[in-house]
C-alpha cells in the first residue's frame, strides 16, 4: 500500500467526502457551485475564443487551410503534454494548476485583444497563441476533472454529473452565438469578454477548498508514473471498455462533421437549417441533462449505457437517410440526448472508480482519447464522404457504431452488468 504524505511533509489520509442522504438537494452541497461555475464559465470563454479566432483568421486569409491548421495548434499541444499533466495533477495541487491555468489563459485572451487594438495579429501569432492555449488547457483538464468526485459524495454524484453536463452543453449552444454576436463589435471587444471569463472561472476554482489537494505522493517523473493511468486502465476492465468506448463511438458516428454537406446539398435548407442542425444535438443534450440530474439512473446503467450508444448509432442512420428538415432535427436531438446518458454512465464511473491519487492520470488518457475522437472523426468522416458518398459514409459510421456497442458487450462483460452507479467505489491500487 503506498504511503500518503501531505505536501507540507507531514502523513496523513485523505479526507473523505461526507456522505448525504440521494435525495439531498443540489444547491446544499459545499463547493458545487462554484465547481460547477470554473468548468462552465472556463468553457464559455473558450467558445466564444474559438469561433472569435476562426472569423479574424478567415478575415484576414480567406484560406480554409488555416483554419485546419488553428484547430491542429490546438490539438498538438494535448498529445505531447497529455501524459505530463496527468503526473502533475497527481503530484501537486490540483486548484494550484488549475488557477495557474486560467489565468495564464485569461493573459492569452488580453494578448489576443491588445494586438486586435493595434492592428498588430497575424496569422502566426494567432496560431502560436492557439498552441500556447492549447497547453494550458491541457494541463488544467484533468486537474479540473478530478474536483467533483472530491466535493460531491457517490450517492448524489450522478445528478451533479448530469447537471455540470447540463451546464456545459449550455455553454456550447449559448458560447458561439454570443461570439457570433460580440464579434461583429470588433475582435478586440470579444477577447476581453474571453479574458473576463477565464478570471471569472479562476475566481470561482479559489473560492474551492478540497480537502484531498494536499494530501499528495510526491514522486519524481519516471516512465512507470507517466504512463500509470494506462497501467491501472488495463488493470481495470470495466474503466477501459468504458472510455475506449467513446472513442470508437464517437470516431465512427461522427454525422455532425457532415452537417454543412447535408443542410446545403441533401436538405436544401440553407443557414438557417443548418443553424437548426447544429443547435439539435446541444438541446436534446440540454434536456436529458436536466431530467437525469432529477430522476437520475437506480438500476442496469451499463446496460442502459449500452442501449444509449445503440441508439446514438441507430439516430445517426436515420439523419444519413432523411431527406425531411423535420426529421433531421428530432434525429440529432435523440442521437444527443442518447449521448448524453453514456457520457453521464461513462464519466461516473471512471471517477468514482479511480482512486483519489490516480484520477489525474486517468482524466488525462481519458481527455486524449476524448479529444483523438473528436478529431480523428472529423477526419474520418471527410475522407469516408470524399471516397464514398456524404450519405453511405454516414451511414457507415452509424452501422460501425452500432457493431463497436455489440462487440464491447460482449468484450467487456464487467461494464454490461453494471448496475447502481452510486454503489461504484474506488478500486485498490
Not at 71 to 97: E, K, N, T, W, Y
Not at 294 to 317: D, E, N, Q
Request: hydrophobic share 55%; proline share 5%.
Amino acid at each position: 500500500m503506498t504511503k500518503v504524505s501531505n505536501i507540507d511533509g507531514s502523513d496523513g489520509p485523505a479526507s473523505p467526502v461526507e456522505k448525504l442522504p440521494d435525495t439531498t438537494p443540489l444547491r446544499q452541497i459545499p463547493g458545487l457551485l462554484a465547481c460547477l461555475g470554473t468548468r462552465t464559465l472556463a468553457a464559455f470563454a473558450s467558445q466564444i475564443q474559438a469561433v472569435a479566432i476562426g472569423w479574424q483568421i478567415y478575415a484576414m486569409t480567406h484560406k480554409v487551410v488555416l483554419l485546419g491548421l488553428v484547430g491542429l495548434a490546438q490539438f498538438l499541444p494535448m498529445i505531447i503534454c497529455v501524459f505530463p499533466a496527468g503526473h502533475v495533477a497527481d503530484h501537486f495541487s490540483r486548484r494550484r494548476i488549475v488557477m495557474i491555468c486560467q489565468f495564464m489563459e485569461a493573459m492569452l485572451a488580453l494578448s489576443l485583444a491588445t494586438m486586435s487594438f493595434m492592428h498588430a495579429l497575424t496569422p502566426f501569432l494567432i496560431c502560436l497563441i492557439v498552441a500556447l492555449f492549447g497547453v494550458c488547457r491541457s494541463f488544467e483538464m484533468p486537474a479540473q476533472q478530478t474536483f467533483l468526485p472530491n466535493i460531491v459524495p457517490a450517492e448524489v454524484f450522478p445528478r451533479a454529473a448530469a447537471l455540470g453536463s447540463s451546464l456545459f452543453q449550455v455553454a456550447s449552444i449559448a458560447g458561439p452565438s454570443l461570439g457570433g454576436v460580440l464579434y461583429g463589435f470588433g475582435a478586440g471587444g470579444c477577447y476581453i469578454v474571453c479574458a473576463a471569463g477565464f478570471i471569472s472561472a479562476l475566481l470561482c476554482t479559489s473560492s474551492l477548498h478540497l480537502g484531498s489537494d494536499s494530501l499528495r505522493v510526491r514522486q519524481p517523473i519516471t516512465i512507470e508514473s507517466l504512463f500509470g493511468g494506462i497501467v491501472f486502465l488495463r488493470s481495470q476492465p470495466a474503466l477501459l471498455g468504458a472510455i475506449s468506448l467513446d472513442l470508437f463511438a464517437v470516431l465512427l458516428g461522427g454525422a455532425t462533421a457532415m452537417l454543412p454537406v447535408y443542410a446545403d446539398d441533401i436538405l436544401h435548407a440553407g443557414p438557417l437549417g443548418l443553424g437548426l442542425l447544429r443547435a439539435a444535438p446541444a438541446m436534446g443534450a440540454v434536456l436529458m441533462a436536466v431530467f437525469l440530474s432529477f430522476s437520475p439512473l437506480k438500476r442496469h446503467a451499463g446496460r442502459i449505457m449500452f442501449l444509449s450508444v445503440a441508439i446514438f448509432g441507430l439516430t445517426t442512420i436515420l439523419f444519413a437517410l432523411s431527406r425531411s428538415v423535420f426529421v433531421s432535427v428530432l434525429a440529432l436531438a435523440i442521437l444527443g440526448a442518447a449521448d448524453v446518458i453514456s457520457v453521464m454512465v461513462r464519466g461516473t464511473l471512471v471517477q468514482l472508480r479511480t482512486p483519489d491519487a490516480m484520477r489525474g492520470r486517468v482524466s488525462a488518457v481519458n481527455m486524449l482519447f476524448i479529444g483523438s475522437s473528436n478529431q480523428l472523426g472529423e477526419f474520418e468522416s471527410g475522407m469516408l464522404a470524399a471516397a464514398i458518398g456524404t450519405v453511405p459514409s454516414v451511414v457507415a459510421g452509424g452501422v460501425g457504431t452500432l457493431l463497436v456497442t455489440l462487440l464491447w458487450m460482449k468484450i467487456f462483460p464487467d461494464l454490461r452488468r453494471l448496475d447502481r452507479l452510486d454503489d461504484i467505489r474506488p478500486a485498490d491500487l
